[in-house]
């Protein structure tokens, strides 16, 4: 079984910059999350779809912060403009289906801000 | 809210010996899950073992086990025969109502050959 993929694995670039981090949940998963990582932290929410709606994007700084879930299956997370804090490891995870089951991650995307 | 804390951030073992990683939560719902991830330096998050509140019994998988308190509020990861391969960050996460999970602050788990 395929696991979580996620692209790219790394990027860098300039604050005030755009950047988008794309996901592909295990196959069948219903729901889908984004998670941001700061360096020596834990994984904290930033929105959880439940196939194409939102369930939860309350840790969303939707100022600067947009995502989608177009068609129920992939996602796209952006980020515009970049801010020097949003340096992190963004980490896409999915699970069959929302609460009580187990989530599994992707690799993440490493995105380092100047 | 939801808070998960782990109090140790870094704990080392003997290769072979036995080693207990620390995580107390607080919560006021009554049906939750708690999980240790396993994060190597790859990054890629691996879930370890999973807990259900509602089951008395402790949860095993292999080498690993957990010590769970309810009353206490307390779920420790105790990893027996501790090899290379199980250095990494662990994570301590709850999981609620909403399915989404709160992680704590991790322990970083050196194995020493």
């Known amino acids: 079984e395929a696991g979580v993929a996620q692209s790219p694995r790394y990027k860098i670039i300039e604050k005030r910059q755009s950047v988008a981090f794309w996901c592909n949940p295990i196959?069948?998963?219903?729901?889908l999350y984004w998670y941001q990582q700061i360096l020596g932290q834990g994984p904290k929410l930033l929105i959880q779809?439940?196939?194409?709606?939102?369930?939860?994007d309350s840790q969303l700084p939707k100022d600067r912060f947009s995502a989608e879930r177009l068609k129920g299956v992939d996602s796209t997370l952006k980020i515009q403009p970049a801010k020097l804090e949003d340096s992190a490891v963004y980490l896409c995870?999915?699970?069959?289906?929302?609460?009580?089951?187990?989530?599994?991650f992707g690799p993440g995307t490493r995105l380092l801000v100047l | 809210a939801q808070t998960v804390t782990q109090s140790q951030p870094e704990m080392s073992v003997q290769e072979a010996e036995t080693v207990t990683l620390s995580c107390t939560y607080d919560t006021s719902e009554s049906d939750y899950y708690l999980f240790w991830y396993k994060q190597p330096p790859s990054r890629q998050m691996i879930l370890v073992i999973r807990q259900e509140a509602y089951k008395q019994q402790n949860a095993t998988e292999n080498r690993f086990s957990v010590n769970f308190q309810k009353a206490a509020k307390s779920f420790s990861l105790k990893i027996s025969d501790s090899q290379l391969g199980d250095a990494a960050m662990y994570f301590c996460a709850y999981g609620g109502n909403t399915g989404k999970l709160i992680f704590g602050q991790g322990t970083t788990l050196q194995v020493k050959p």
């Open positions: 995870a999915s699970s069959l289906d929302g609460r009580a089951e187990t989530q599994y």
């Open positions: 779809f439940q196939n194409n709606g939102v369930v939860d």
């Open positions: 196959s069948g998963h219903a729901t």
